[in-house]
């Protein structure tokens, strides 16, 4: 069984880049047709699909996000990292890692991904 975990600062000043990384436990990040994504759900608000690193390192952004946002890997430590700069108060929300079996872009129902982390609170505030 996968299993994924978020970690972070949950208070980052605006302007500043936030830094969330997922650790994964259960099978390797470089397992054959897995892919890494991060999904954000602000207050009030349904998911948005920020992005995904594949099992191979390939990655694919949100366009509307693409510019902000990088996604990588540590393979020896079996964890990948969201990085997200020049954050705004708009930028506050629950920060999810998931994984899909199959490289899968923009989903935003819960049941598109095999398994979830818990989510990481990050709020944007001076």
């Known amino acids: 069984q996968v299993q994924l975990q978020e970690s972070g600062p949950g208070l980052v000043k605006p302007s500043q880049t936030l830094s969330l990384t997922c650790t994964v436990s259960?099978?390797?990040?470089?397992?054959?047709?897995?892919?890494w994504h991060w999904i954000r759900q602000p207050p009030g608000k349904g998911l948005e699909w920020m992005g995904v690193?594949?099992?191979?390192?390939?990655?694919y952004y949100n366009p509307s996000l693409k510019s902000r946002t990088s996604i990588s890997r540590d393979t020896s430590k079996n964890q990948f990292s969201l990085q997200l700069s020049s954050v705004t108060p708009e930028d506050t929300a629950m920060y999810y890692c998931?994984?899909?079996?199959?490289?899968?872009?923009?989903?935003?129902?819960?049941?598109?991904?095999?398994?979830w982390g818990q989510g990481t609170q990050v709020t944007v505030s001076a």
């Open positions: 998931a994984v899909s079996d199959g490289l899968r872009l923009g989903v935003t129902t819960t049941s598109g991904y095999a398994h």
């Open positions: 259960g099978d390797s990040i470089t397992t054959t047709h897995y892919a």
């Open positions: 690193i594949a099992y191979d390192g390939s990655t």
